[in-house]
């Protein structure tokens, strides 16, 4: 697994093993740099003597990251098993002889395709989480660019702010609002 270590300006150095490796963490350093996030820069290198990941030893948070990204997956998997179950149980355009109780259905049928449309977004979520996992860049706020509190992601594993950003991100939006 790739390390991340932190200067004063929030500077990330990831280290890996190859060079392939290398184009793929530069690809993936784009992607993580948007243009609300300008400030925050990433430098790749190519470790000399890594190990396969399989045979390092993780340390106390990438032990956890790993429990967090198998709480991930059965969520995902989950979810998928779920709409998969409902799809086949929602029904279709029926005809109701009374129309209260055609009112009734329809309203029914619209509130599980509302379901099934946030169920679709957490599963977004899910997978962007899972890809930020195997990047090396889970647990790092987007913003700001330090770690972001295990707690938190323990609680929340989708999120890609802490908790610092996330409340000032909040609070612009409420002042926006009013």
């Known amino acids: 697994m790739a390390t991340v270590k932190k200067t004063k300006k929030n500077i990330h150095k990831k280290t890996v093993k190859t060079s392939s490796i290398k184009t793929t963490a530069a690809k993936q350093k784009k992607a993580v740099l948007s243009p609300k996030n ?13 190990q396969p990941a399989s045979k390092q030893k993780l340390t106390p948070r990438e032990s956890k990251i790993q429990q967090i990204k198998l709480k991930l997956l059965h969520q995902k998997e989950m979810l998928l098993n ?16 009374d129309l209260g109780d055609q009112a009734s259905a329809e309203t029914d049928r619209n509130f599980m395709l509302r379901l099934r449309g946030r169920e679709q977004r957490l599963l977004k979520k899910i997978d962007q989480a899972l890809e930020r996992v195997e990047s090396g860049i889970f647990g790092i706020c987007e913003d700001c660019g330090n770690e972001i509190n295990l707690q938190r992601l323990e609680a ?12 000032l991100q909040e609070e612009e939006e409420r002042m926006r609002e009013s």
């Open 156 to 167: 929340r594993p989708v999120t890609t702010m802490c908790i610092d950003c996330k409340t």
């Open 38 to 50: 300008e400030k925050l820069s990433r430098e790749v290198s190519v470790a000399k003597n890594t």
């Open 82 to 97: 779920e709409a998969e179950v409902a799809l086949n149980e929602l029904p279709g355009q029926t005809v109701f002889p």
